[in-house]
């Protein structure tokens, strides 16, 4: 991919010295000449042949916040489970005279 890009800077390199080395020519010529020949499309060439790898990147990104997302919660509820307390998993009955209210999960 770089190979193509370097490969026509340098054609548009050398067309723009050959506009400010010209007897007719001049050096604003030759700076159009490699921004409009050489930087302007390369950039947009770069832009397009970049955009499979762009697009890795983001998956990429993706699928490991997920997998933190998934690795928190899975955490958190391992927590819930190890700090609950089962009510009353034994044979005794309640020495509390009214009920316990639960909350909704």
């Given at each position: 991919?770089?190979l ?10 050398m067309?723009?010295?050959a506009?400010?080395t010209?007897?007719v ?9 490699f ?10 060439v770069?832009?397009?042949m970049?955009?499979p790898?762009?697009?890795r ?16 919660h ?7 489970h190890v700090?609950s ?5 034994h ?10 209210v639960r909350?909704?999960p």
């Amino acid at each position: 991919m770089y190979l193509v890009l370097i490969a026509w800077i340098y054609v548009a390199l050398m067309m723009a010295i050959a506009e400010a080395t010209s007897p007719v020519g001049s050096l604003l010529g030759a700076v159009v000449t490699f921004l409009l020949y050489g930087v302007l499309p390369m950039s947009v060439v770069g832009y397009i042949m970049g955009s499979p790898s762009r697009r890795r990147a983001i998956k990429a990104k993706e699928a490991a916040d997920r997998a933190q997302a998934i690795a928190a919660h899975a955490s958190q509820n391992a927590d819930e489970h190890v700090n609950s307390v089962a009510p009353n998993t034994h044979s005794e009955t309640s020495s509390h005279p009214i009920a316990a209210v639960r909350k909704e999960p």
